[in-house]
């Protein structure tokens, strides 16, 4: 299994009782959408290894109680707090217009409504206070903060982001690499 073909659903957090029942924390925006997940995959020794869920009840907007089958003890309980849980990128539901999944956009070109092509998305680094386009021009590296209002298009037929950012925000990065 190639772990680029998954994405972080959350990760455990905690044991829960004494029968091997565990708390998710689920990193999504509505957690009602996994109410009926029937398995999920947990990285363990870094692999990813199937686990079949017999019971998972939603506590709060990002938690649940969740009873994975084969895990009847406290003590096996005990050995996955901390794993994170994945779900293939297939489960994710489709996006269309300006939305986009982080992981969708990486290798698109970026393009500035006034720069023009800027270069590829390298990645996207989610920092505690802000999202950041990582972008490769020439060897340089442009940054551009993610803003919903910066980005005019998503051309995922020919893996185009268009932006249209604060004057003289990409000139800054390449200005200071001494390129004109």
Do not use: C
Not at 39 to 44: A, M, N, R
Not at 145 to 173: A, C, M, Q, S
């Amino acid at each position: 299994m190639n772990k680029d073909d998954f994405y972080s659903l959350g990760k455990i957090t905690k044991t829960s009782g004494y029968k091997g029942s565990l708390m998710f924390f689920f990193d999504v925006d509505d957690i009602q959408r996994y109410r009926d997940l029937e398995s999920v995959f947990l990285e363990i020794d870094q692999q990813l290894i199937p686990f079949f869920i017999e019971q998972l009840r939603i506590k709060s907007p990002q938690k649940a109680f969740v009873k994975l089958q084969g895990v009847d003890s406290l003590e096996k309980a005990q050995t996955l707090v901390n794993t994170e849980v994945f779900l293939p990128l297939t489960m994710l539901p489709q996006l269309s217009g300006k939305d986009f999944y982080h992981h969708e956009v990486t290798g698109f070109t970026a393009v500035d409504a006034s720069f023009g092509e800027i270069g590829t998305i390298r990645e996207i680094q989610d920092l505690k206070t802000q999202s950041i386009f990582v972008i490769s021009h020439r060897g340089q590296e442009v940054l551009i903060p993610y803003h919903k209002d910066f980005i005019e298009k998503v051309d995922r037929t020919n893996k185009r982001l268009h932006f249209r950012t604060p004057e003289g925000l990409i000139e800054l990065y390449l200005d200071a690499s001494g390129e004109e």
